[in-house]
């Protein structure tokens, strides 16, 4: 069956340095993979969605990568801030294409 | 646009009730999902629906049922709660997009506590 791993549970960094998350998966090659942050006490938030065919893909501070002969995404955020503590959740479609498959997720926290 | 709405936010029920979970979507979504999350355990999907009258088991059904009489309404019954249905409950909806489900949209949640 599809597994997703995330690499680490808490990652802890410095103001203005670059978060690195990680997201491993097997027995599968999923069309696309989506990152979510999640605050707590509220529902996942969607982020950043990266397909197959695409290497790399931007959104203001955020960075994904998807490399599939690795089965490997990374998540980075430039400059963080402690306003990006949270826990970020990689996900990816199920062979079905019907659902989504989450990893645990990485709870990430920059302090100032 | 409301999003995703989801009652109640908070429950505590006694060993064998039964409740009902409340979600609704204004954005014409015709998939919807009922996920449980536990602390350290990630989503796990309970139920799906990619239509109103169209319902399928995820990773972990035992214990729950739904239906989908509406496009909007995507309620999660649970007949005898147990202790181990303590646990955060999380709807989601989304569409379809040319290589399966896309963006999924959640809601605020609902925590439900066991005695």
């Known amino acids: 069956s599809q597994k997703i791993e995330q690499n680490s549970e808490a990652l802890n960094i410095q103001e203005g340095k670059t978060a690195t998350l990680t997201c491993n998966y097997t027995?599968?090659?999923?069309?696309?993979l989506q990152w979510y942050r999640q605050d707590p006490g509220r529902g996942p938030v969607f982020l950043l969605l990266?397909?197959?065919?695409?290497k790399e893909k931007r959104k203001e501070r955020l960075k994904v990568t998807f490399d599939t002969t690795l089965k490997q995404s990374l998540f980075h955020i430039t400059a963080s801030q402690p306003a990006d503590s949270a826990t970020y959740l990689c996900?990816?479609?199920?062979?079905?294409?019907?659902?989504?498959?989450f990893g645990k997720g990485t709870t990430l926290s920059v302090s100032s | 646009n409301a999003g995703v709405t989801q009652t109640p936010k908070f429950r505590i029920l006694k060993i064998g009730q039964s409740m009902t979970l409340q979600c609704t979507q204004d954005?014409?979504?015709?998939?919807m999902y009922w996920y449980r999350q536990d602390p350290g355990m990630g989503l796990k999907l309970i139920y799906y629906?990619?239509?109103?009258?169209?319902?399928d088991k995820g990773e972990v059904p035992n214990g729950y049922n739904v239906s989908r009489s509406t496009t909007e309404d995507f309620p999660l019954r649970l007949e005898l709660a147990a202790p181990s249905q303590t646990s955060v409950y999380f709807c989601?909806?989304?569409?379809?997009?040319?290589?399966?489900?896309?963006?999924?949209?959640f809601g605020p949640g609902t925590r439900l506590l066991v005695l």
């Open positions: 989601a909806s989304s569409s379809p997009g040319l290589a399966g489900v896309e963006t999924q949209y």
């Open positions: 027995n599968y090659s999923p069309a696309y």
């Open positions: 629906s990619v239509g109103a009258g169209i319902t």
């Open positions: 996900a990816l479609v199920s062979q079905a294409g019907t659902a989504l498959i």
């Open positions: 954005m014409n979504h015709n998939y």
């Open positions: 990266i397909r197959e065919n695409e």
